[in-house]
């Protein structure tokens, strides 16, 4: 395994100064090659942090794994469905902050390339995103910003388009075809993206700017007609100084280790406690504009992870299972970012739930 040394600035906390990325590697064959960050030190927020990596992308918690902490994701033997390969990058770093950026290839019913990118508090250890980093108004302000930029991208791609061609498209060229096709893909991207909002874009912090990642224009089928790929925006942190939150300019602009992140800011992140007298582990995973959210748990002493889909209203949780009869958890946020609340499977009495950030 390969060590990799962050070089945390002198002013970080004594418990972040030591942290170092431990390359977990594994290899199947020249084309199944895994490679996956895990961070090393001593810190409650790094045990986090590795926790929320670990859940996401591995399906597993750190450390508990039979023979490789691969082996919930990639293909069994003699088979090709699963993560064929990973690897990450570490996109920036400061003294109160991680960016890290995980690339992988999926094979499903077709073979499939993406990055998801992650953002963390180093003090804490829970993962951040704009809406921490900028306050309300500045998060609209950018979002418009944003929204022109590319909407003008694709319009001036249109616009140096040989003029479209009205003839029935069975009587057009092959050439002639295809360029029919990616206008009517353009043009269509381009009506929805007059609108779109930045909640499911990847965001990637660097040491100057941060960085807005929209998806392509493209679906699997269609991914030969574009030109254009991912939409991808950079902005300095100082023309954001008016939009950034407290702790977006403490952590960006100030570069201190110290930035509090108010408890209740996301719901994003790791939990820790007991569902009745057994000790679990849960990880919101995503939560999204539309008030839904992706999660999952573990027993502790299990470490089978249970996967959970969900809706969020303001201080309130609602988590089911898939299984049969289902379970649901009614969760409530207390002031200090911990969840109490309920767990229930059926007709089951009711276990209590006690979980900590």
């Given at each position: 395994m390969r060590l990799l040394l962050l070089p945390l600035l002198a002013i970080a906390l004594p418990t972040l100064a030591d942290v170092r990325i431990d390359a977990l590697t594994a290899k199947r064959s020249d084309w199944e090659t895994y490679r996956f960050p895990l961070l090393v030190g001593d810190s409650p927020a790094i045990a986090r942090i590795n926790t929320f990596l670990h859940a996401r992308e591995l399906q597993a918690l750190p450390g508990r794994f039979a023979i490789s902490p691969f082996e919930k994701v990639q293909p069994k033997e003699r088979e090709i469905w699963?993560?064929?390969?990973?690897?990450?990058?570490?996109?920036?770093?400061?003294p109160g902050f991680l960016s890290l950026a995980i690339d992988g290839e999926y094979t499903g019913a077709y073979t499939s390339q993406g990055t998801r990118s992650y953002n963390f508090d180093l003090a804490s250890g829970r993962p951040i995103g704009l809406p921490q980093l900028l306050n309300p108004e500045g998060l609209l302000r950018l979002q418009g910003e944003l929204q022109a930029q590319r909407v003008k991208r694709l319009e001036d791609f249109l616009k140096a388009m040989p003029p479209s061609n009205p003839a029935d498209y069975d009587k057009l060229s092959d050439d002639e075809q295809w360029l029919e096709g990616?206008?009517?893909?353009?043009?269509?991207?381009?009506?929805?993206?007059?609108?779109?909002?930045?909640?499911?874009d990847r965001l990637q912090l660097g040491t100057d700017n941060?960085?807005?990642?929209?998806?392509t224009c493209a679906n699997h089928a269609s991914r030969?007609?574009?030109?254009?790929?991912?939409?991808?925006?950079?902005?300095?942190?100082?023309?954001?100084s008016a939009d950034l939150s407290p702790y977006g300019r403490c952590?960006?602009?100030?570069?201190?280790?110290?930035?509090?992140?108010?408890?209740?800011?996301?719901?994003?992140?790791?939990?820790?406690?007991?569902?009745?007298?057994?000790?679990?582990?849960l990880v919101i995973e995503q939560p999204y504009a539309d008030h839904s959210l992706s999660a999952s748990y573990f027993y502790d002493k299990h470490a089978t992870q249970i996967e959970l889909g969900g809706e969020f209203q303001q201080d309130h949780l609602t988590l089911h299972e898939n299984g049969e009869p289902p379970a649901r958890f009614e969760l409530e946020f207390q002031?200090?970012?911990?969840?109490?609340?309920?767990?229930?499977?059926?007709?089951?009495?009711?276990?209590?739930?006690?979980?900590t950030p």
């Open positions: 699963g993560v064929n390969n990973l690897d990450y990058r570490v996109l920036g770093q400061g990616q206008r009517a893909m353009y043009t269509e991207c381009l009506n929805s993206r007059r609108e779109a909002s930045l909640d499911y941060l960085t807005v990642i929209g998806d030969a007609l574009d030109d254009l790929g991912e939409f991808s925006n950079s902005v300095s942190y100082a023309s954001l952590l960006l602009l100030e570069k201190r280790s110290d930035c509090a992140l108010p408890a209740n800011s996301t719901a994003q992140g790791v939990y820790r406690g007991t569902l009745g007298r057994y000790p679990i582990t002031t200090d970012g911990s969840l109490t609340g309920t767990w229930q499977q059926g007709n089951k009495p009711e276990l209590a739930v006690k979980l």
